[in-house]
Nanobody, 125 residues
Framework: QAQLVESGGGSVQAGGSLRLSCAAS????????MGWFRQAPGKEREWVAT??????ATNYADFVKGRFTISQDNAQLTLQMNSLKPEDTAMYYC????????????????????WGQGTQVTVSS
């Protein structure tokens, strides 16, 4: 059964760093599309960074460029977050291609419909 499990969230002060990890189960297709997304209270889920083709192509939302780094090692997806800002506060989700769990999102040529349970990131000023 396809499953994603995130870890590594927490609370930090502005300017600090956190490292998020996502472990994909054996039944998850990680060969094409994986990514990190976030959702703040009262807002829609937005994409943060994605990798395609097993990590060979990466994309970053403008608001994290130069601060966040996404990487993939087979079934493990990582997001290194540096220079964190209070506006980065949100629930962070690992997503993968396939599945039909809402919200289904089309991002950077991939259809994301498989989600982890999320991990909370809180950045204080």
């Amino acid at each position: 059964q396809a499953q994603l499990v995130e870890s590594g969230g927490g609370s930090v002060q502005a300017g600090g760093s956190l490292r998020l990890s996502c472990a994909a189960s054996a039944g998850t297709d990680t060969s094409y599309c994986m990514g990190w997304f976030r959702q703040a209270p009262g807002k829609e889920r937005e994409w943060v960074a994605t990798v395609n083709l097993g990590g060979r192509a990466t994309n970053y939302a403008d608001f994290v460029k130069g601060r966040f780094t996404i990487s993939q090692d087979n079934a493990q997806l990582t997001l290194q977050m540096n220079s964190l800002k209070p506006e980065d506060t949100a629930m962070y989700y690992c997503g993968a291609g396939g599945g039909s769990s809402r919200p289904v999102m089309m991002v950077n040529g991939c259809r994301y419909g498989l989600w982890g349970q999320g991990t909370q990131v809180t950045v204080s000023s």
